[in-house]
């Protein structure tokens, strides 16, 4: 039996502020391929210092990339710094059995949110001559930990030993999706087997960004609007060509290109910077008018400048 | 050669509850054990008492042909005139050609492939579209199989790797030296199973969440 979004309970400070009625920031941190993880921690520091994001998402080997366990990283960022942690968990490579170990070791490492994933195929990774594994898709993975955590048992019916993990699970949206019914349909089906909220995409456009609110608002679950401030015009239109779905509207590309032309650095970077913080903060304004925007996911790694500015615009 | 083994007749009449006319389509093909006429006709008159004991009346046809898996042989041995449903007696190969010919009605398996084996020598492009799985579920997908045609076999899709309709994931097409003639991207299973659902009106079918697979029964080697 799956509980209505309502019923639901809220464990990690993420989830709480969301109930709370606040609107929220989360960072996010890309762990490298390495054991090294001081400079994930020092970012992960500075996002908590700008005392508005209230929690970052830890990568797991994005673009199937593979990296240092983001279980370990999670927990390790979270101990050190204080700042708590989304722990990305993709399906991809892992089975049921290894799925459930990791959601164990989780909840009794104190992490508290988890986004679930398929995530990218090993074909287009660093190791494509692997194995794929993907006994589970993300909807799989929403269900058994909604089924441990409110049942105390995995979806074969196996009981937890103890008390039972106490987690929020999340979702990615994807507004760039094409057919967009397509994308809306899956997300009431991932609310429908117990996902908390969702984190979106990457959204430069708001026509984009409130034509997605809309169309998910009737399922009741908070999305939390994915944005990637530019450091350079390459990221802007490395956005817009390559990947999936995303377009950047013109007059950004625009303006971007004309940033290029300046010589000196830390003038074309004060530049930059304030651009973006006015197109965010209008971005940000226009989208949290929706119901179903809960707060914004921002995905820019290693980009200080603009963050504690875009937050402070959006609350002025 | 392909090994179906059948499915329980009350899966075969909750597909077909909606429809008032059944045709169903046996195989002479290289399905193990033989599901031609004979068997067509046995299922064909299992569907009409069913029904006929729930009061629901039913038009029940049956017919065969050489083999479900060739295109032009379905275009000329058959005609689904008249009928809203058609039940495929084939592997999951058959099912999906029949939904390929006549996209006018909806085909659904009467069985579940459980092992594919080989031949020795065909020719011209081959496609992957059953892994004999074991527990066919074209039923639920618009006759369109992701467990074969989805890089990550995904019982939920698609994934965010769907773009304008393909899949990221490229596949090489090789010749029968194994040398790789053309690297190409596929079309995106789910993508397709979207647009099939969608153009029947069946998108229920597609919002449903569909749970793990029982991937104990595709775990080889295995033996009946």
Known sequence: MVLMAKERKAFSNLMKAIERGEFVYTGELEPHRSIDLSDVKDWATTLKNTGKIIAANVTDNPRSDSAISSLVAAYIVQRDTGLETVYQLRTADRNRLALLSDILGAAALGLRNILALTGDHTKIGTTPAAKPVFDFDSAHLVALIHNLVYEGKDLDGNEVHGPKPEINVGVAGNPNMDPLEAEVLKLERKAEVGADFVQTQVIFDVEVARRFLKAVEHIGIPVLIGIFPPRSYGQASFFDKYVPGVTVPEEFLEAFKKFKEIEDKERRKEKINEYNVEYFVNFIKEVKKEKACAGIHIMAVGYPDVIGPIIEGVEK | ?224
């Open chain 2, 1 to 224: 050669m392909i090994i179906t083994k059948e499915k329980p007749v009350e899966e075969i009449l909750s597909y077909i509850e909606p429809y008032k006319s059944v045709l169903v389509v046996g195989c002479d093909g290289c399905v193990q054990p033989p599901r031609g006429l004979r068997e067509a006709e046995k299922l064909a008159s299992m569907i009409e008492m069913a029904r006929k004991a729930k009061g629901q009346e039913v038009k029940v046809a049956a017919t065969t042909v050489t083999r479900q898996c060739c295109i032009e042989g379905l275009r000329n041995q058959i005609n689904v005139d008249g009928y809203e449903a058609v039940v495929s007696m084939a592997c999951g190969i058959g099912v999906q050609v029949l939904t390929m010919v006549f996209p006018e009605v909806q085909t659904f398996p009467a069985q579940n492939t459980v092992f594919i084996g080989y031949e020795e020598k065909r020719e011209g492009n081959m496609y992957e579209a059953c892994v004999a799985c074991g527990d066919c579920m074209l039923g639920y997908t618009g006759g369109i199989c992701p467990v074969a045609r989805c890089a990550k076999s995904l019982m939920n899709g698609p994934c965010g790797g769907c773009v304008e309709g393909k899949c990221e994931v490229e596949v090489e097409i090789r010749d029968w030296k194994g040398e790789v003639v053309e690297v190409v991207k596929n079309d995106c299973a789910w993508y397709l199973i979207f647009n099939r659902l969608k153009e029947i009106g069946r998108l229920d079918l597609y919002r449903m969440y569909r749970p793990p697979k029982n991937w104990a029964l595709a775990t080889g080697p295995r033996r009946l």
